[in-house]
Nanobody
């Protein structure tokens, strides 16, 4: 069974950068067509941030993070990354990685496995 473990979160000042990691074990990531990052801020619903298609490498981003966040995968390490630059206070949230079969979907029901999340706090 696939297990996903996120890491790399922390406290960063506005304008700073963080790199999130999603390490998979049990199944190789490319087995799933879609690998995505979601986030949930306090008092808000979970929202999709970025998605990667493992079949052709296409990437998708929420409008709020376009040009600032980059999703990538290292198949040898079975790990997905989310590079976050120019962070803003509104990026503060718990970030989750998830895998599924519907590339580009932001619907949680399309994702089969989720990690436990990693906290990102952007504050001065």
């Amino acid at each position: 069974q696939l297990q996903l473990v996120e890491s790399g979160g922390g406290l960063v000042q506005p304008g700073g950068s963080l790199r999130l990691y999603c390490a998979a074990s049990g199944v190789t990531l490319p087995y799933y067509l879609a690998i995505s990052w979601f986030r949930q801020a306090p008092g808000k619903e979970r929202e999709g941030v970025s998605c990667l298609s493992t079949s052709d490498g296409r990437t998708y981003y929420a409008d709020s993070v376009k040009g600032r966040f980059t999703i990538s995968i290292d198949n040898a390490k079975n790990t997905v990354y989310l590079q976050m630059n120019s962070l803003k206070p509104e990026d503060t949230a718990v970030y989750y990685c998830a895998v599924g079969s519907n590339v580009g979907s932001w619907y949680e029901r399309d994702y089969h496995y989720w990690g436990q999340g990693t906290q990102v706090t952007v504050s001065s």
